[in-house]
């Protein structure tokens, strides 16, 4: 069973080096304006940006090629599904119609329409770099303390941290049972009845149940006997001091937010309308 | 010295489930810097002992408490673990589960994180206890790239940085190769002369512990202390072996020879032990006649020629491995920590592929057929038996495979009560799987295996965590059915089971299959031994001690005149019945 | 102090559920009557963990394991969704209190309470509040974003009424009771 994973690149650049809390407050800020503006301006500077600091990360595209695939085919589809629920919200936002093609019905397409469909996929593209940089170039080390410093409750953090130092663990465990359960006999090739085939699957999923179950109760009886949660705070091995790098990288990131909010409120819609 | 840091009085537990206690009338005494062995019976109590220790009894086993336990000075009720742990150090007997950082550094530093100690001193404690374990230049490794060895040093160093008064050991050598057994005991050794710490190890290798000095061993025997002295004391009674522990090798060979075991010999270490005399009497030993099993083998039933293989990393994992098997031979598969046993025999049963080579079952190509069908030839005892086990209840599990495959279902009740006995599992056969040991999980896999009677049988690690009685009885039982013509392979770190029971060693070391000779002769090949991790046997240090000529020998004849008591008690057994 | 609502086994639950819940996301079992539909297991141990260690572990493990997850699949997050799949853990884990899972008990009623709290908060998170977020934050339209909700929605309530109820059931009978255990000659 192959998983399609992104993880952590190692590289020498001044993205890698900034620390992983910027990144992560710099990642939300830049969700956020994303999810607040349709302002097309603003989100076709973004995406430049990201593409930019993309360059400077110096991540491969074919190191995240297939992530991106899956994004593209994702939009045409969310594309296509706006188009045929509503092929007239472009209008509807915008209040103009500038027919461009003749369809029957209300199918017709319209420039509006257009733009409006362009600004959703923006709005998708303009945080789909800086997503991307967060995962791989922050050390999964580093993802728990991160979270600890922009506020989230130490035990949160390090659920997430628990998260990542398992995902290897359970993939692997899961693969070993399937294997040991099949060595018994268990015919895992689908081509049995529904009824059977989960009396089959239940023989992985008990023994995966059983597995995760009993880990969780050794893992928190380790963590007890080394004093986990004893105290209100807690330190980190793999944290890290903001640099100059990281507070212009934030400061950077609010400016934007701010200018992108002067904008809607001055114009009073989220919407850039170049129709009048 | 002589400070009282734990003291069991009275003392008794039941688990949440359990009807009857798992421990009872308790008392015990550990002295700040002692070195205690607790050894026992699979199913005995040891875990639960060292549970009371460190505390996760009562504040997170449920259960009911009767007498006193005193932690140092203060009642065990009142001692949350926080608090606890900070003097007793934990090294559990799953060391993944232990590994709960994200790299070694990290995996140490926990204990320190959670005290919220500033970084720059966490990082010098955390390279200083590296150091302590030797695995300084590994801070910054994943749990995944380390071996068995290594994550159980990770763990030690871990509980070090904290000033531990009291290092509690859980089977530390339960999956070690001998010479990881080896280096870690040492380290246990070195650790405690250094910081004095009390040492408290539960194992049941009791020769290995034995070697870098205990003050005293704790023998439990279902539920209870059965016996509590200085290894020359404890040693000369007689006591391990009549619970079905294995005491160390060279007093069986040293009593074979009629040679009284008395503390004035100091039995507890080979090296002090005052032999003056004994070479006589064990020479006349030698040269008693023992019967001799004669073996035959049939046709070639496994042949695996140049195979490849590697995981998802890119470093190879199985290189240019080729060997044919016949039926009937009983194999044992030995070498390193991570050398590649395990995936070879996953390769065999077709879970992995092999990137090159063939595998061939009784001379036909076997990558056409599935697992499934596979399975119906090749039995496989995984070495975690966590992944086996898909039943809750212990009777279902044993009989999931003749379920399978369709057998009637009392025809199935014979055969799974028969290998349930085999296995010492009989009393149990009514309770689910998660109230078992973990050798008593392991034992629940033989049998569930064994039930199908395979052509192929193959153990991985078929021994680890067993007591010697349960050992030898499902050694013996294999035996017998080898003779019937099952073909064994075991893939063990036991290098006397595999002078025992099997004629022919396969030896790994880094994914390549470094010789395929008689156990004997392999042993005394000092080259292949330390590239594979392997060590000889206390025997040919006892043979060398009294300067036989020979060694391996000498071996030989203790194996045989063994197995010869065995098949007279066999019979004896046969009359009996 | 916080203890009592976030114990060291709720965080561990937590992190080690959402571990398993990204990896169920890449495994699915199609149902062999429907076709072309899959099992989605995530949803359907989400309900089990989320009985077993509580709301805060449901909650927890949706919310991580929902955006950990997509993240590291897509390199990107569907925010709008990811909040839904924590609301709807909070929303299992909250039968817990009505329930003795750790005991072995799921008879009838456990299954019609079990049932109940898991139509009603799927419901609310698919039906409503994910479409809501959908148009609040991406701007699509209404009826789109209904519609995508609906068939969501139902397939979840669906498979966790099935599957969901027949994992909590086979894992209760792993539970053993209080003092039953003895050895038999
Ligand atoms: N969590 C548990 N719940 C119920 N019973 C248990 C539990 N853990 C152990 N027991 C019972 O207590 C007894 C002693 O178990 P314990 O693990 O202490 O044995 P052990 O001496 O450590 O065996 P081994 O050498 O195989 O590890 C066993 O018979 C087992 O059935
Ligand atoms: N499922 C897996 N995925 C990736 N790597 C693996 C997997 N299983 C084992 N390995 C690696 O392959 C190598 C050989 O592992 P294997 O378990 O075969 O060693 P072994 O000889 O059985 O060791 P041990 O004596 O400790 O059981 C090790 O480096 C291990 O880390
Ligand atoms: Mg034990
Ligand atoms: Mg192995």
Redo the contacts between chains.
Sequence with gaps: MRMHMLSYIDRATPIHQMTGAAKLICFILWSVIAMTTFDTRVLVFMLIAGVIIFRVAKVRLSEISFVLSFILIFLLLNNLGIYIFAPRQGTAIYGTTHILVHLPGIYSLTFEQLFYQLNVSLKYFAVIPFALLFIVTTQPSEFAASLNRIGVSYRIAYAVSITLRYIPDVQRGYHEIAQAQQARGVDLSGKQKFARRIRQASAIVIPLIIFTLDRIEVVSNAMELRRFGKKKKRTWYHGRPFTRIDYLAVLFAVLLLILSLWLTLQRGSRYYNPFI | MNKKVISFKQFSFKYRSQESPSLYDINLAINQGERILITGPSGSGKSTLGRCINGLIPNTFKGEIKGALERMGGDAGDQRIPALSKKVGTVLQDTDAQFIGLTVGEDIAFALENDAVPQVEMKKTVAQAAKQVGMELFLDQSPHDLSGGQKQRVSMAGVLVDPVSILLFDEPLANLDPASGKATMHLIDRIQKETGVTVVIIEHRVEDVLAIGIDRIVLVADGKIVADAPPDQLLCSGVLEANGVREPLYLTALKRAGIPIVPELHPESLDHMSLDGAGAALLAWTHAAVSEKEHLLGQPILNVSHVNFHYESDRPTLEDVSFSVRKGERIALVGKNGAGKSTLTKLICGLEHPDSGTIYIGGGDISTQTIKERSEHIGLVMQNPNQMISQNMIFDEVAFGMRLRGFAEEEIKRRVYESLKICGLYPYRNWPVSALSFGQKKRVTIASILVLDPDLLILDEPTAGQDYRHYTEIMRFLESLSEKGMTLIMITHDMHLMLEYTERALVMADGRLIADQPPAELLSDADIASRANLKTTSLYHLAERVGFSSPPTFVKHFIQSEQGRRSCDENAHAQLH | M??DW????T??????????F??LR??S?????VPNTTVQLSYIFLA?IAV?YGPVAGG?VGL??HS?GD???????W?SWVVVSAIVGIGFGLASHFLKISDGEFGWKSIAVFNLFQVVTQAVGWFLIAPILDIS????????VF??GFTAGILDIVTVGIFGTL?IW??T??R??????????
């Design positions: 916080k203890k976030l114990s060291i086994r965080i561990v639950a937590a992190g080690i559920g959402a571990a398993i990204i990896i890449y495994i079992i199609p149902v062999g009557f089990l077993v927890l991580i394991g950990l993240a590291l699949q897509y390199g990107s997050v925010w934050i991406y701007g699509e339209p209404a009826n789109k519609v995508q994992l086979i894992y009978q792993t053993t009771k209080v003092g039953s255990l003895k050895k038999e000659a």
